[in-house]
């Protein structure tokens, strides 16, 4: 059984730091990673996702790479700034029932 | 828009009163799929679609029906509402095969009293 962990579950930082966000899966046959952005209360927004033969996808101040063999994937937010404050979930594609497993999420909050 | 739309967005119930939770998206998505996310245990799946008239159970089905009549229809129905049933709901829709993104609703947040 798929399970994804995400570690640590909180995290605080001060405005205009690097930062990284770290998931890890048990079975390494997935189809794709992907992250996720969530406001409290509110929906899901993905960020980014990562094909099971990539190593790695940008999109502006995010990155996130993969590395299938290990079961690892990081999301890499650049000069972090307090609308980045949310909750980030990342979650694996896997199966013929094309279920996505999802981690507990990392709440990040920056600091102004 | 491309969107997955949920409704209601609140709801607060008694417990046994039937309710259905409607989700439609205009992708034109193959799968479907149904979640609720409570404190601590994150998300899980509580049925899916592959395909118009064809569901399956998730991870969490007991106590949930749902229905796949149409492509862009996949209501969540709660015959008999239990309190252990609150929680916050989302739908998500993507095209079948490997490499597909997954879409989300905005959340249905469910009460029941």
């Known amino acids: 059984k798929q399970e994804v962990t995400q570690i640590p579950a909180a995290l605080s930082v001060p405005e205009g730091e690097n930062l990284v966000l770290n998931c890890s899966f048990t079975d390494s046959a997935i189809y794709n990673l992907q992250w996720f952005r969530q406001d409290p209360g509110k929906g899901l927004t993905s960020l980014l996702l990562i094909q099971s033969s990539q190593r790695e996808q940008t999109s502006g101040r995010l990155n996130a790479s993969l590395d299938k063999s290990s079961g690892r994937s990081t999301l890499y937010i650049a000069a972090s700034q307090p609308g980045d404050s949310a909750t980030y979930l990342c979650?694996?594609?896997?199966?013929?029932?094309?279920?996505?497993?999802f981690g507990k999420g990392i709440t990040l909050s920056v600091r102004p | 828009e491309a969107q997955v739309t949920q409704n209601p967005r609140y709801l607060i119930t008694v417990t046994g009163k039937k309710l259905t939770v409607t989700c439609s998206q205009n992708?034109?998505?193959?799968?479907m799929s149904w979640y609720r996310q409570d404190p601590g245990l994150g998300l899980r799946q509580i049925y899916y679609s592959m395909n118009v008239e064809v569901t399956d159970k998730g991870d969490v089905p007991e106590g949930y029906k749902v229905s796949r009549k149409e492509k862009r229809n996949f209501p969540l129905i709660l015959e008999s509402p239990s309190p252990n049933q609150t929680s916050l709901y989302f739908c998500?829709?993507?095209?079948?095969?490997?490499?597909?993104?997954?879409?989300f609703g905005q959340g249905t947040r469910l009460t029941v009293v």
């Open positions: 992708m034109n998505h193959e799968y």
């Open positions: 998500a829709s993507s095209f079948m095969g490997a490499n597909t993104e997954a879409f």
């Open positions: 979650a694996v594609l896997t199966g013929a029932n094309s279920k996505l497993t």
